[in-house]
């Protein structure tokens, strides 16, 4: 079955740094556009950003220049390194592969806090 596995959630200061890892297994990784969502309490799910077969890659605006996604095909995982975190990034962040049936991972918890 396709699984998507998200971890290395936590809680860290503001101005501080978090490297997530979504692990894919069930599915032909390499294929499939992968991306990165997260909903933070009482907020609708939004995205965060995406990478294409090819290592391209595209950011929301609120992230875009703090946060990196990158892929491991040979690993069948992808990443998402947070820097520069600030309060409004707390949120719950999902692991998504898009395509026109979308599978999601479970959910690793991020808390910016001082």
């Known amino acids: 079955q396709v699984q998507l596995v998200e971890s290395g959630g936590g809680l860290v200061q503001p101005g501080g740094s978090l490297r997530l890892s979504c692990a894919a297994s069930?599915?032909?990784?390499?294929?499939?556009?992968m991306g990165w969502y997260r909903q933070a309490p009482g907020k609708q799910r939004e995205y965060v950003a995406r990478?294409?077969?090819?290592?391209?890659?595209v950011y929301a605006d609120a992230v875009k220049g703090r946060f990196t996604i990158s892929r491991d095909n040979a690993k069948k995982m992808i990443e998402l390194q947070m820097n520069s975190l600030k309060p409004e990034d707390t949120a719950v962040y999902y692991c998504?592969?898009?395509?026109?049936?979308?599978?999601w991972g479970q959910g690793t918890q991020v808390t910016v806090s001082s």
């Open positions: 998504k592969r898009e395509s026109d049936y979308a599978y």
């Open positions: 069930g599915f032909m990784f390499s294929i499939y556009t």
């Open positions: 990478i294409s077969v090819k290592g391209n890659t």
